[in-house]
């Protein structure tokens, strides 16, 4: 059993917070996810479960244990860092087993340890040699193993892929993913990618400025963003997000006028009345050209990715509504193009950026 729980988790450097009451629970054999902008304390969270670093304010517990005054040795974690940080002058085995031999452990087991961890990571045959014999990716592997020997309770990663190159990302992340399988282990991932976080995690958390915007499954957060920070975060190409004034409601549905003298038809959600301005959210993969669109623009952009194009399209004011639409589609910069909602329902917003649920 490894569970994490975070009370009320506060950090601060003099009079600046860094992390702003903080609270989730991090069940047994999970893969948290931890995501956000560069800057917004995710790598401060994980240091401070980790107990290299301080906490202000708030309680941790590692399987119902509180952990705020046990030095970072002794909570059983072990953490991969985004620079490897490998003794050079230490061979691959040496380096995996560094850890056990300071902790006494003989050297047969010792040994074992190591081929084991080898074995999961496909290093055997690279043991003896130095770090800088190796390439990025398989020192990345090694600064893992050194993780896996200790038979940590739970597998804290800082942003382990972003030394990485695009193509060998994509292999570790699916790597990370079988591991995470093969050892059954709690693993705590800190990333800024969402590409990362979504392909990766169980649960993923939303962090912003020390604060926890959102939790929940990568569906979860794709589907039902809590909040415009959260859409637009999670997705690539990104959600659009167009501002509009409700101008009618009847029925289950109301009418939306948006920029450039479009308008959209949605169902109307409780709470929602004419005059309202709101945020609408469009999934790029959600819309398209379509006769009986209402939303008229002008194609300005096209980008031909071959296994989709990508469509900017201006609305005569506001941001460009991006459209992700099949490589055959027929379209071409100076269009004139009606949009509809082909797939899906709109997310609709309050001014406050809170998304407005449906009943
Ligand atoms: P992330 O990992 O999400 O990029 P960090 O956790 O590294 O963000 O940093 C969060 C914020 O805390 C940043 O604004 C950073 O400048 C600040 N910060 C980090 N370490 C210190 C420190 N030792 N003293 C003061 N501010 C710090
Ligand atoms: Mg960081």
Do not use: W
Request: charged share 20%; with cysteine.
């Amino acid at each position: 059993m490894s569970t994490l729980e975070l009370r009320n988790i506060h950090k601060s450097y003099g009079a600046v917070n860094i992390i702003k009451d903080v609270n989730l629970s991090v069940h047994d054999r999970e893969f948290v996810v931890l995501v956000g902008p560069s800057g917004c304390g995710k790598s401060t969270l994980l240091r401070m479960i980790a107990g290299l670093e301080e906490i202000t304010g708030g309680e941790l517990t590692i399987d119902g244990e509180v952990m705020n005054d046990v030095s970072a040795d002794a909570r059983g974690l072990a953490m991969v860092f985004q620079s490897y940080a490998l003794y050079p002058h230490m061979t691959v085995s040496e380096n995996m087993g560094f850890a056990l031999k300071l902790a006494k452990v003989p050297e047969s087991e010792r040994n074992q340890k190591i081929l084991k961890a080898a074995k999961i990571l496909q290093l055997e045959h690279l043991l003896e040699r130095k770090p800088k014999q190796l390439s990025g990716g398989q020192r990345q592997r090694v600064a893992i193993g050194r993780a896996i020997v200790r038979q940590p309770k739970i597998f804290l990663f800082d942003e382990p892929l972003s030394n990485l190159d695009a193509a060998l990302r994509v292999q570790m992340r699916i790597e990370l993913a079988e591991l995470h399988r093969r050892l059954n282990a709690t693993m705590v991932y800190v990333t800024h990618d969402q590409v990362e976080a979504m392909t990766m995690a169980d649960r993923i958390v939303v962090l912003r400025d020390g604060v926890i915007e959102q939790v929940g499954t990568p569906l979860e957060l794709y589907n039902t963003p809590a909040n415009t920070f959260v859409a637009g975060f999670i997705g690539s190409p990104k959600m659009n997000l167009i501002e509009a004034r409700v101008i009618e409601v009847e029925g289950g549905n109301a009418k939306l006028f948006i920029n450039g003298g479009s308008t959209l038809n949605v169902a109307a959600r409780p709470g929602l009345n004419v005059g309202d301005t709101l945020t609408v959210g469009l999934r790029p993969e959600s819309i398209g050209p379509s006769e009986t669109g209402t939303v008229t623009g002008v194609v300005d952009v096209v980008e031909h990715l071959g296994s989709e194009t990508l469509c900017y399209i201006n609305l005569g004011s506001g941001p460009l509504l991006t459209a992700k639409l099949d490589s055959a589609a027929p379209v071409a910069v100076g269009d004139t193009m009606k949009v509809g909602v082909l797939k899906g329902k709109p997310i609709l917003f309050a001014q406050s950026g809170e998304a407005l649920r449906d009943r």
